[in-house]
């Protein structure tokens, strides 16, 4: 099923990458783009649809003006300028998951066009042309059944569910992307990443893309170094997470390159991204625009936005991230490199909220990256997917801070948040995680300790303090972990002086 690969600085070396992006955006309204019917994800399945969002014949749609609004914000954010008037158009193809057999979208007059936007990697900026960005409507869910994939392949039958038929999408198409070389795999993460921050300051979307609320389209094609026209692309689809971008245009470098390489062509074909495996596999070949017949939607009203509401939208943007992450390193005493840590690791939100309630940036960044960046690893979740609440992080260090807990048992009490034991306190107060501060108990197990070891405690007691080291780890394993290191490190120097 793989194809043949080339090394990745090998396929670099020769060809120069050219990236674009087409990525999907749910927008969180309530109700969907040309009918009433609510957006909520996860209703039991055909609960949410009414004749328009069904296409029965004589139905009408309307537009959501809401939706419009968080078009023209988006619009605005990526730096666009605003048609001043603009229309849908009915783009024509057999979809299974839309009863209308056209979806509607836009095509030559898009609400949002010629926008650009800077995105930083490894510290160099890359400038994102923004070609366009329109409103049109979601498909509904095919559900294919009986296969060992989920894929349609192998089904015995599939099911619709036409609940996500008719939600307001925007798409945000780049201009092509040239010039990110051996980067093009992370730029085009960093730019999915800051889209996905961007339109969550904007507050339209929930941008959840293990939801499906963001999705992202890769392109990539090859040219020769040296060369200026454009190679044959590939479109991989709906790739669902920031890793997946990268390591799906990782591969498709590879393999375009081993095809020129072997003096083969690149097919213009949508191709699959396979999450498991770590390949694509070609879908089915890439229609042209023309085929798809668009013309204007005649049941709809143009859209002509005025310039005011346009300027009183604009008025209404929240700080963009990059402005934002300047203020918040400058604010926490980053490094450059302490803070693109903090970025790639996605945990700039938990950080900045773990600050607010009341945590040091430092505690809060090592929580985040170190030991529940490990924890979300391992359960394949990102990080705000974890059962701790910035707030719980917060109240951890604290514990930490007053002497409670040590960052030992900092980690078993994280264990038991996450493991849905309650608050920190409560998880402290029902392991009975504390460290003991009962002097007797602590002196009586330094006392063991000197007893088991004296050739230890006579090195100490000669001057060689390193030798502490063996006897206070054996204190600590008397006290199950439940010790200050510190005090425990002071009693013994003091008991052998
Ligand atoms: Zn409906």
Known sequence: MTAEILDFRDAVASYDPVLGLE???????????FCGCSTEFGAEPNTQTCPVCLGLPGSLPVVNGAAVESAIRIGLALGCEIAPWCRFARKNYFYPDMTKDFQTSQYDEPIAFNGSVTIEVDGVDYVIEIERAHMEEDAGKLLHVGGATGRIQGAEYSLIDYNRAGVPLIEIVTKPIRGTGANAPEVAKAYVSFLRDMLRSLGVSDVRMEQGSLRCDANVSLMPK?????????ETKNVNSLRSIERALRYEIRRQAAVLRSGGRVHQETRH????????????????????????????????????WVEQ??????????????????????TDREFGDVIAGSALDLIEATVAAGASAAAARKWWLSELARRANEADLELTELNITPAQVAAVQKLVDAGTINDKLARQVIDGVLAGEGD????????????????????????????????????????KVQAAGALIGSVMREMRGQADAAAVRALLLARLS
């Open 273 to 308: 991204w396979h999450e498991d495996g770590g390949y694509t596999s070609p879908g089915r070949s890439k229609v042209q625009a023309e085929d798809y017949r668009y013309f204007p939607e005649p049941d709809l009203v143009p859209i002509a936005p005025s310039r005011e």
């Open 424 to 463: 920190p306190e409560d998880v402290v107060a029902s392991r009975n995680l504390a460290v003991v501060s009962d002097s007797g108990a602590l002196e009586a197990a330094v006392d063991k300790a000197i007893a088991a070891d004296p050739d230890a405690a006579q090195k100490v007691r000669d001057g």
């Open 23 to 33: 990525v999907h955006v749910e927008l969180n309204t309530h109700s969907k783009m």
């Open 313 to 334: 939208l604009r008025a209404t943007l929240p700080e963009m991230p990059a402005v934002r992450n300047k203020r918040l390193q400058a604010e926490w005493g980053f």
């Open 226 to 234: 040296g060369e200026t026209e454009l190679g044959t692309r590939t």
